[in-house]
Structures are given as C-alpha cells and as structure tokens.
C-alpha cells in the first residue's frame, strides 16, 4: 500500500498465528535465568528466578501474541482500522487482528544479535519502508541482568522521514495470586473496544484497559514478589484470562497516533523508554 492511501489492506488475524521461538539466548545472574528469542519477535521466551518461571511459554499452539513478553515498537496496542494521518498524510497499516492494527511489526519479525554476552544482550531491527509501515527506522533492545533485577531498554529511531512512534512491552506473566496496582486514571473504551478520551476514574477490575500509572506495579505469586516499574505512564493491564495477568508499560495509550499522544521524531531522531523487573 503507498503511504498515501486512505484505508487498510483487507482483514486477517494474522496475529493469531503460531510462532515458532527459534534458538534461545540466555543471560543470568544467580538465581535469575532469561531465554530471549531473537527470531521470535525479539521477546523474552521465559524468565526464571530462583527455579520459578514467571511467563507464560510457548506452545505449538499458543498465536505469537499470546506468550512470552515482546516488544511493541513503532506503535503499542492498536491503530484504529489501521489508519491514521501524519504529516498531512493519510496511511493505512495491515489489519492483523479483528479490525484493527496491533502491536507493531517488531513482534512478528527477527532481530539481529548485537551483542550477547553473559548478563547482557542487545537486538536491533530494520523497520521496514513498505505496507507494514511506511517511514523505515530502527528498533534496538537492550536486556541487562543485575543481581534479582532485568532492565528492558527499547529504542525506536526514525529514519530519513520524520515519523510517529509510540512503544512498550506487551508480557503475558502466568497468573499471579495476587496485583498491587493503583492507577490514577483510565482511558474508556467505546463500542470497538478501543481508548478514547477524556481519561476517567479507574473501574473496578477484571480489565482490559489502559490506565495512567507512575507507581510501581507488584505481582504475588508462590512466595515470590515481582516489582514492575518504567518511565511509561501509560499501562494496559490485562487480567482477564485465567491462565495470565499481561502489565504493559507504554509510552503513550493504544491509538496513540489517533488521540495525538504519540512521540513525534523528525528524520534520525531517537526515543527510549525502559521496563525494570525487580524480585523483592
């Protein structure tokens, strides 16, 4: 699709899709052991801390957006129809799931192995220039191990054309017994399900909403707490299912390109946004 058009290429749940996890690559310190999956998106297959895995693993089965936790990058959550304008143009983006656009492209390609080393691991990624996503770019990773702590560093960087961007880390945690969360506001869904404004009190759980948060996150789970925190504001927590508890810090709210809530980069301009996991 050219990077004026005005609507998006016909449906498909291609997100939906199974996704093979490929060579695994592991980083530790101690007692906290990390399998990334490179060819799988680029997300985290799995994390253990002291013999408990805390995501929920792959499966031949499972659609690749529903295991490990991967990257959203250049845009978080979905795009409305898959379209939006920017720079006074109109674009469309492949519908992936139902009637919208989700997650971005970096979950559903293979990223490039920078560095590998044994407590640190870098990725990196092309973006395409094509009818996944018009503007070109990068995508860099970086995983850190210190001690009972994993620090996700994302950065999206625009290319020769200036472009919108929203990021974060979408990470399915096998359900923990218990959530210490306490947003300060909630983005209403409307009859598509998708974030609208003005931002409103908080409902009462199960959700699939996004929140503004800036206080830490803990999960409770087999004598273990997790501690979630980012430079994000925006989370989508996700309690809905039985089986996982997904907690996505985002840099902006999903249609972010939409609601005008995105990161604006003019051509070679670069944004990072962090993730940190810390066991108590």
């Keep these: 699709m050219a990077p004026d058009a005005t609507g998006p290429t016909p449906p498909s749940d291609e997100a939906m899709a199974p996704m093979a996890p490929g060579?695994?690559?592991?980083?530790g310190q101690g007692e906290l052991?990390?399998?990334?999956?490179?060819a799988a998106g680029g997300r985290v297959a799995q994390i253990r801390c002291e013999g408990l895995d805390w995501l929920v693993g792959h499966s031949p089965d499972a659609p690749m957006i529903g295991w490990g936790s991967y990257p959203m990058v250049p845009w978080a959550g979905r795009i409305r129809h898959g379209r939006f304008g920017f720079g006074g143009q109109h674009h469309g983006l492949p519908i992936n799931l139902g009637a919208h656009a989700i997650h971005g492209?970096?979950?559903?390609?293979?990223?490039q192995v920078e560095v590998h080393g044994a407590s640190e691991l870098v990725l990196s990624l092309a973006l395409p220039q094509d009818e996944r996503w018009p503007f070109g770019g990068t995508a860099r990773q970086r995983f850190l191990?210190?001690?009972?702590?994993?620090r996700m560093e994302l950065t999206v960087t625009a290319g020769a054309r200036g472009m919108?961007?929203?990021v974060g880390w979408?990470?399915?945690?096998?359900?923990p017994e218990r959530l210490e969360f306490a947003p300060t506001g909630c983005y209403p869904r409307d009859e598509e399900g998708m974030a609208c404004l003005p931002v409103v009190e908080p409902p009462p759980g199960p959700w699939d909403d996004c929140f503004i948060n800036r206080r830490p996150v803990v999960l409770h789970r087999a004598?273990?707490?997790?501690?979630l925190s980012s430079d994000c504001d925006h989370w989508v927590v996700y309690d809905q299912p039985d089986h996982a508890t997904c907690v996505e810090p985002q840099s902006g709210p999903p249609d972010g390109f939409n609601l005008g809530l995105a990161q604006v980069l003019a051509p070679g301009e670069s944004f990072t946004a962090w993730y940190l996991l810390?066991?108590?």
């Design 145 to 150: 191990v210190c001690e009972r702590r994993l």
């Design 170 to 175: 979408h990470p399915w945690f096998i359900k």
């Design 105 to 111: 492209v970096g979950f559903a390609l293979p990223w």
């Design 278 to 280: 810390e066991w108590l």
């Design 164 to 166: 919108p961007a929203t």
């Design 33 to 38: 052991e990390v399998a990334v999956a490179p």
């Design 23 to 27: 060579p695994l690559l592991r980083i």
């Design 223 to 227: 004598g273990q707490r997790l501690q």
